[in-house]
């Protein structure tokens, strides 16, 4: 899908005729994007100098500024949070993030959908982030996998801070 922007909504219509009488009604199925509206869990996966703070940041179906921050200091230290969507993912979906991540770092940044969040996570895309001076939308690409649950993680090489404000899946 051509999605583009923030607020992309595909919408599909289909033709039936429902009572068979040569009269066809339209049916249209709005499908607007689907964001993080809980926060299941958020915390370290594995080294000593990890964190997460404000985990509910990452909640809302738009940026607002306010953060989740994800931080590490040094290898091999893995941040990560796992949101519930505010609806079922299926077919193609395509993944959004919109972060902050300070201008001169960089960090390493994989996002999992899982339907059950029970050892069933399925890697998205995992990228290598180049900060800016102002937030940014950095697009993860599609999954094809039926989810309910999401997870960002951040995998620390070097001291670094990763603020996310929310994730769409469109
Ligand atoms: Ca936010």
Same mark, same amino acid.
């Given at each position: 899908? @051509? /999605?583009?922007?923030?607020? /992309?909504?595909?919408?599909?219509?289909t033709k039936t005729d429902t009572h068979g009488d040569g009269h066809y009604s339209?049916?249209?199925?709005?499908? !607007?994007?689907?964001? #993080?509206?809980?926060?299941?869990? @958020?915390g370290v996966i594995d080294g000593w100098g990890a964190g997460v703070e404000n #985990?509910?940041?990452?909640?809302?179906?738009?940026?607002?500024?306010? =953060? /989740?921050?994800?931080?590490?200091?040094?290898?091999?230290?893995? /941040?990560a949070i796992i949101g519930k969507m505010s609806s079922q993912q299926s077919g193609?979906?395509?993944? %959004?993030?919109?972060? =902050?991540?300070?201008?001169?770092?960089?960090?390493? &940044?994989?996002? %999992? &959908?899982?339907?059950?969040?029970?050892?069933?996570?399925?890697? #998205?895309? @995992?990228?290598?982030?180049?900060?800016?001076?102002?937030?940014?939308?950095?697009?993860? @690409?599609?999954?094809? $996998?039926?989810?309910? =649950?999401?997870?960002?993680?951040?995998? &620390? %090489?070097? !001291?670094? %801070?990763?603020? $996310?404000?929310?994730?769409?899946?469109?």
């Open positions: 899908m @051509g /999605a583009s922007g923030w607020w /992309a909504v595909r919408i599909y219509t339209f049916h249209i199925f709005d499908t !607007q994007s689907a964001y #993080v509206s809980s926060i299941v869990w @958020g #985990v509910n940041g990452m909640i809302g179906s738009s940026p607002d500024g306010n =953060y /989740a921050r994800l931080h590490g200091e040094s290898y091999p230290d893995v /941040a193609t979906n395509h993944i %959004y993030v919109h972060a =902050y991540l300070p201008t001169g770092t960089n960090a390493y &940044v994989a996002v %999992y &959908v899982s339907q059950n969040n029970n050892y069933d996570w399925t890697l #998205v895309n @995992g990228l290598n982030i180049a900060g800016s001076s102002t937030p940014q939308t950095i697009d993860f @690409g599609t999954t094809t $996998v039926n989810f309910r =649950y999401v997870c960002v993680c951040l995998m &620390v %090489y070097i !001291q670094v %801070y990763f603020d $996310v404000d929310c994730l769409i899946s469109s």
